[in-house]
């Protein structure tokens, strides 16, 4: 949408190497997006809309793209799940950005494997004393609200839990492959204390909680990965159509030609495919789920094929760290990986796939 892309052109684009140099979204950048209301963009009920947001930011910004991402997963938990307390409290300032969500699900020895978390939280006093060590927490520098997933008697439960709560500690994650400006941080809560109205839904309703979520951040991932495809695309047609070799533009040869063809329609079909994806959300179909896995699937490796040959068909120079598709190619392969892996999509989607649907 025309909004979301000048938003970016402006703010963003200009800007997102000196982010992923520093490791870090500053601070005017957040004031921002918040000013623009995108914080609570998952809030609104359009979720067509929130496509489009994600995939302008992702063009602009992955690391961006993702604090949006994990802020819009936890918001989404709070406002389907959270207690009428919970939600009085926490929605107002998630909507308007004064408080970041960050979603600790991940344990270094689990990784994706919830029935191997081991985080506990045990009643106490009317309400829970949790401990946890959570791996990978993206924007968990800066996040003012925790959900944290433990386990209870019931089974694995949801939680909220304030980023300045006694017994939270961060260790800032850097140096990593990519979006390296989405400021991750290891969490670890030591005898935290939460009352009774920080249980997202009900006890052992996790998964539940989890899934949720995941099909938000998922939806999110693959949005944001046709951005990525279509900053590359922006970026090869304007270095071929200027770089000269064997004494033509690069434009002219017809195995770049093919290269950029199978971009330009690759990015039009994922692109529809998270349309279908939202519409499905929008409409409340049951099937949105492995519409999102499909989407997420083709979007992500789609993004990973156009970033390499972006970056081949930029030599030498592509290869460089500051130029562009020097990062989309590093950010490219996190989507792969992040709110579940290609391998775990195509486990899914074979699985629907067998079962007739």
């Known amino acids: 949408m025309t909004e979301f892309r000048s938003f970016v052109d402006r703010v963003v684009r200009p800007n997102a190497e000196d982010f992923d140099r520093a490791g870090e979204i500053p601070a005017w950048v957040l004031e921002e997006v918040s000013a623009a209301g995108y914080w609570g963009a998952v809030l609104d009920g359009d979720m067509v809309r929130f496509g489009a947001l994600h995939e302008e930011i992702g063009r602009g910004c992955s690391s961006l793209r993702s604090l949006l991402t994990v802020h819009s997963m936890v918001s989404y938990a709070v406002d389907r799940w959270g207690t009428a307390a919970a939600r009085e409290k926490w929605l107002p300032q998630l909507a308007s950005g004064r408080v970041l969500g960050g979603f600790c699900l991940t344990e270094a020895e689990a990784g994706s494997d919830c029935a191997a978390l081991v985080a506990t939280a045990v009643p106490h006093e009317g309400g829970y004393r949790i401990n946890a060590r959570k791996k990978w927490t993206t924007g968990g520098q800066i996040a003012g609200l925790l959900l944290v997933f433990a386990r209870t008697e019931r089974g694995l439960s949801a939680f909220v839990v ?45 998964l539940a909680v989890i899934t949720g979520a995941l099909d938000i951040g998922r939806y999110s991932v693959a949005c944001g990965s046709v951005g ?23 434009a002219e040869h017809q195995l770049v030609q093919k290269m950029i063809t199978e971009m330009a329609v690759n990015v039009r079909a994922a692109r529809l495919l998270c349309v279908e994806a939202g519409e499905s959300k929008d409409r409340g179909d049951p099937e949105t789920i492995i519409a999102t896995c499909v989407a997420k699937y083709f979007a992500s490796t789609t993004a990973m094929r156009a970033a390499g040959d972006a970056v081949q068909l930029h030599g030498a120079v592509g290869c460089a760290d500051g130029h562009p598709v020097s990062r989309y190619f590093r950010d490219a392969k996190v989507m792969e990986i992040i709110e579940g892996s290609t391998q775990i999509q195509e486990l899914l989607i074979a699985r629907d796939a067998l079962r007739g649907r």
Request: with cysteine; proline share 4%; hydrophobic share 40%.
């Open 228 to 250: 990525i495809t279509q900053a590359c695309l922006e970026a090869v047609t304007a270095h071929c159509t200027e770089r000269v070799q064997g004494g033509s533009v690069l």
């Open 162 to 206: 304030p980023g300045d709560a006694p017994g939270v500690k961060r260790t800032p994650i850097g140096d990593v492959l990519g979006t390296r400006a989405s400021m991750m941080a290891d969490i670890e809560l030591v005898d935290c204390e939460v009352g009774a109205d920080s249980l997202v839904g009900a006890e052992g309703m996790g």
